[in-house]
């Protein structure tokens, strides 16, 4: 039985402020030679290196959705098409938001041990959910996001160390910029001229406040803004906010899952994803902050199958 590969960053805060909790892992894991604990990109190259030798059924990342994101970007590198592993998110990490999207549910060591009993039993008996990645200049993830997207994430991380709670507060802060047209407001609500074109149609050229292009529907906070990612697994959902979009108004219908209306948004799903524009831009990729030189193409695949009980 080729086993199960453990990834885990020894240095990550949740695992600096709870030592014990890794060390648990460690101890259940059934293979020590499969367990690693890379510290740099480098490190994680060689740790799927190590894995795909070893012929891993199963790839459990002990992490936040930032661990995730590094993972797969080596694991895309590593394997370069061959069959992937299935992934088991421990949700170890400050910020979940692919676990919590997945209803993966259980601590960091009770789910680790869960997909243990399971596949001891066999692995075909692990229940699973296929979702596609997202590739962006051969980086990979789940969510993306340009503009206000951004501008968003530099106010929340400047608002404390990142939780859900002080994501909350982020948001309540810019709300209520919004309503007064303060500081952040301005900050973050700066549109950006750009065209996109999804699947060879193209809406035209104009001022976004922000894209959105995801394959998963929640960002946090119960929004599942992103609601049509779930039609189509080989998919992703986009939403492209035009310039005089009134997004407060739209809140409502982002709570319950609802599609804008198309003077507020470019609203449809697709398989690539192209952003032109007249200058270099900044985007995220699950929270990682990248450049581009004003042309990027965003595409779905490959499809994973993610262990959810």
């Known amino acids: 039985m080729p086993g199960i590969g453990l990834i885990s960053n020894p240095y990550s805060r949740k695992n600096r402020k709870n030592p014990s909790r890794l060390q648990k892992l460690i101890n259940a ?3 020590k ?8 990109y480098d490190e994680m190259d060689t ?3 190590h894995f795909k030798e070893n012929e891993i059924d199963i790839l459990a990342i002990n992490g936040g959705d930032g661990t995730v994101h590094v ?11 061959k069959d992937l592993p299935k992934l088991a998110i421990l949700k170890g990490g400050t910020m979940n938001q692919t676990a919590t999207n997945l209803r993966i549910k259980g601590n960091t060591v009770s789910i680790f041990k869960r997909v243990l009993e399971g596949y001891a039993k066999s692995d075909r008996s692990l229940k699973t959910k296929k979702v596609s990645l997202l590739r962006a200049n051969d980086r990979y993830g789940f969510i993306f996001g340009n503009g206000a997207v951004c501008s968003f994430l530099d106010v929340y991380h400047r608002s404390g160390d990142p939780s859900p709670l002080v994501a909350g507060k982020a ?3 810019t709300v209520g910029s919004i309503i007064v047209r303060g500081k952040i407001y301005k900050e973050i609500f700066t549109p950006v001229s750009q065209k996109v074109t999804v699947d060879n149609f193209c809406f035209g050229h104009s001022p976004y406040l922000a894209t959105l ?3 998963i529907p929640e960002l946090g906070l119960g929004f599942e803004v992103m609601h049509r990612s779930k039609v189509d697994h080989t998919k992703a ?3 492209a906010f035009h310039e005089k979009a009134k997004i407060i108004m739209q809140f409502h ?3 319950m899952g609802l599609s804008l209306p198309p003077d507020i948004a470019d609203d449809t799903i697709g398989k690539r994803f192209v952003i032109d524009c007249e200058k270099p831009f900044k985007y995220t990729l699950d929270g990682d902050f990248y450049s581009c030189s004003g042309r990027l193409t965003i595409e779905t695949g490959p499809v994973m199958d993610i262990i959810v009980e």
């Open 253 to 255: 219908r982002a709570w």
């Open 237 to 239: 959902h986009m939403i």
């Open 29 to 31: 894991a059934p293979d």
């Open 213 to 215: 292009i995801t394959t």
């Open 33 to 40: 030679n499969l367990v690693k604990l890379p510290v740099s």
């Open 171 to 173: 948001v309540l802060s």
């Open 47 to 49: 740790a799927i290196s």
């Open 71 to 81: 993972a797969l970007c080596s694991l895309m590198k590593i394997y370069k098409g």
